[in-house]
Nanobody
């Protein structure tokens, strides 16, 4: 059984920062690519960043330069962080961690990020 657990969301003022974390537990023990997605009000779920198994990152244009994703091997083979700086109200939404392993598509429950103006 594979589970993804996100944490670290909350309420912050515009210009502030939050750090999200996603930990994968279960039967997957080797490093896998992980992604962060978000669903903001009125829009479809969108990719924020993809983190390769070697830590290489690929960001969406709307977060490049403000968000930094990284793997945290001290907390598990498949644990990733998302440092979000210069947050804006339009970043408000539910942030999800995603892992695709073979034909299986795993999602966390999401963590809410709310940015007040």
């Amino acid at each position: 059984q594979v589970q993804l657990v996100e944490s670290g969301g909350g309420l912050v003022q515009a210009g502030g920062s939050l750090k999200l974390s996603c930990k994968v537990t279960g039967s997957i023990t080797s490093p896998k690519p992980l992604s962060w997605y978000r669903q903001v009000p009125g829009k479809h779920r969108e990719l924020v960043v993809r983190i390769a198994s070697d830590g290489e990152t690929n960001y969406a244009d709307f977060v490049r330069g403000r968000f930094t994703a990284s793997r945290d091997r001290t907390k598990g083979t498949n644990t990733v962080n998302l440092q979000m700086d210069s947050l804006q109200p339009e970043d408000t939404g539910l942030y999800y961690c995603n892992l695709v392993h073979g034909s299986q598509d795993y999602w966390g429950q999401g963590t809410q990020v709310t940015v007040s103006s």
